[in-house]
């Protein structure tokens, strides 16, 4: 992965919820064959819960 892909799954990551008025947690990939799996958490959720 480069860093400018990084940057864009990171970026993919912020933004509005499928549940209306909530903002995403993240976004999860998945490779179709099932063999590989990340999450990219989204920043403001990260801030946003920073003190758990």
Same mark, same amino acid.
């Given at each position: 992965?480069t860093?400018? +892909?990084?940057?864009r799954?990171? /970026?993919? /990551?912020?933004?509005?919820?499928?549940?209306?008025?909530? +903002?995403?947690?993240?976004?999860?990939? &998945?490779?179709? =064959?099932? /063999? *590989? +799996?990340? &999450? /990219?958490?989204?920043? +403001?959720?990260? *801030? &946003?819960?920073? =003190?758990?």
């Amino acid at each position: 992965m480069t860093s400018s +892909s990084c940057r864009r799954g990171l /970026a993919y /990551a912020e933004g509005p919820s499928l549940i209306p008025g909530t +903002s995403r947690e993240g976004v999860v990939f &998945k490779r179709l =064959d099932g /063999a *590989l +799996s990340f &999450k /990219a958490i989204s920043n +403001s959720y990260l *801030l &946003k819960h920073s =003190d758990r």
